[in-house]
């Protein structure tokens, strides 16, 4: 089981790891040949697509948690019942959400934003591309969910990240060398939206051979079984929506479309620190719902506390590094314009210490069957985001909406502490104790040694360095991690192993 976890693991950050070099190159040379707010109204027209997740009803997390459950289990008629109802609502939900932004689009609804005028016919055209790419997309979130209940990751991020290459490519190089529509840019910038979902299709028809898809079908009675389960994570998926999403819908309706650049920006290493938690956070969800029908609670309880330990040890080192590379990373990558922002940049990367503390166990507790307390507070945190927000941008703009995500996130997190740990029988202060005070608290403190060195930092002029000087500080962090916060017993068994992997 461990072992398919990590493999799981590290195929996700293998991914992230592409993704993010494709995002380093592409993001500064579609800014430059789209201008700000052509590249926003990109930014936007995917974005405007996930504003409809909300009626995905939490069924994805469902179709994981069941398909894990299930394949345990060997049940492939139920199996059968549950992939076959959920694809075709997807189906279903796809058309209409095309349906509903196509028409949103040919009614004038680029109109309500504030966008250039002159680029108005060219960004209708942009979003009524969105619906249609719409129509592949849903399906294949569906498909995903089934490749991570069968817990194989490997397969599906060659295919996500051979997918997101060639789309990203393609869009660098017709940005480049030709003076072609934005719409068309648009396209295949998300052409993998449309290719995966017809290559997944086929590859799990040779994973799963007892499964046979049939169009239309539609079983009522698992559809209330996963429904039962995913309604409270429906929750989670509209707070999703009002957390993020609903920041780029106030910025262009409050701002303009080049904020939505400027907030790309100063939310991207949040992002890659958000992205690297929740990789490792959801590898680990199918396993505890195969785990919590063959384990006693005694040992669910202890994989529950190491595996939150060991997710703060993999992103509480990868945020202090991002905390005192930002400046230097932010000027190499986007220019000087954009430190203006630096502020808030190491604002929301110091945020992410206390966000990402509760991730893992968000997957965890939710893969236990626990569903109805993270969808409660999701959903009052995101209300709440939206709220504060909308009061701020009007009176300190861009800054707002940054500020009102990073205040409410903060004040969710004892929620989650005092509210749903006793639910697997731990105790809140004994949580404290192993994840804060004894593994993150080490790393915090450790780093304030590296404020030496800040001004040297800030100062770096070119990548090879400052990946050098990244390297040096992340491993200084892992050696605090192996002397002070590693158990006696694990640090011994450790060395031994690399001792066996050297002289084998």
Known sequence: MIKKIATNTLANYILKGLQLVLNLVAIPILVHKLGEEGFGIILFAGVIVGYFNVLELGISDGVTKYVAQYLALKNYEK?????????????????????????????????????????????????????????????????????????????????????????????????????????????????????????????????LPFWSFKLFYFDKPTFRFIFSFSGWIMLGQLAVLLEYQADQLIIISFLSASYITVYAVIFYLFRIIQQISGLAASAVMPAISQMNETKDKSEIKQFVLNAVKVHSLIYVPITIVLFFMAEPFIRLWMGEKYLQYIVLIRLSIAFQLVWQSGAMFGQLY?????????????????????????????????????????????????????????????????????IFLKTQLPLILASSFLFVFFNFINQIENWIFLALIAVVFYLYLLVITFLFIIEKGKRQKLIYRVQKMIYR
């Open 79 to 207: 199996l059968q019942k549950i992939i076959n109802s959920s694809l075709n609502l997807f189906l279903f939900i796809g058309v209409l959400v095309a349906i509903l932004i196509v028409t949103w689009s040919y009614l004038g609804g680029v109109s309500w934003f504030n966008v250039d005028n002159m680029q108005e016919s060219n960004y209708t055209k942009v979003f009524i591309a969105a619906g249609f790419v719409a129509i592949t997309s849903w399906p294949q979130i569906l498909l995903k969910s089934v490749f991570k209940g069968i817990q194989d990751f490997v397969t599906l991020n060659i295919m996500v990240g051979v997918g997101r290459l060639i789309s990203v490519g393609l869009a660098i190089l017709v940005a480049l060398y030709t003076e072609i529509d934005i719409v068309y840019i648009f396209l295949l910038f998300n052409l993998d939206k449309v290719v995966l979902t017809f290559w997944q299709y086929w590859v799990l028809k040779k994973k």
């Open 366 to 434: 939710v893969g236990l069957g626990f569903s109805k307390k993270p969808g409660l507070i999701a959903i009052i945190v995101g209300v709440s985001n939206v709220i504060l927000s909308i009061i701020l941008v009007k009176y300190i703009g861009i800054a707002g909406v940054v500020l009102g995500t990073i205040c409410i996130g903060t004040l969710s997190v004892p929620f989650v502490i005092f509210w749903m740990i006793p639910d697997i029988d731990i105790k809140p202060s004994s949580y404290f104790k192993t």
